[in-house]
């Protein structure tokens, strides 16, 4: 599949993650950060992707350790939470 619609069926799969919080936190990573992301990223999303809501949202809130698999420059920048817009 070509890139285009890969990134298209990505961005659909993370803001319909099933939990409004988990959507914008998904969601909103993804839409902050895909244009920069080559192959590599890409596949690390994607995995990330398999997981379960409340585990991801475990992960951000710190309450369980980011898993070893996803150690790396992504998961410390999906953990900043600096993407997601907050309205005042």
Not at 13 to 35: C, I, M, N, Q
Not at 58 to 82: T, V
Request: no cysteine; glycine share 6%; net charge negative.
């Amino acid at each position: 599949m070509d890139r285009e619609t890969h990134i298209k069926r990505l961005r659909f799969r993370a803001w319909h993650r099933g939990t409004k919080e988990a959507d914008l936190f998904v969601g909103g990573y993804f839409d902050s950060r895909h244009p920069e992301w080559g192959e590599a990223e890409i596949s690390w999303f994607e995995a990330l992707l398999e997981e379960q809501d409340v585990d991801i949202m475990a992960w951000a809130m710190g309450r369980e350790p980011f898993p070893a698999r996803y150690a790396g420059p992504m998961a410390d920048d999906f953990l900043k939470l600096d993407y997601i817009p907050l309205e005042e």
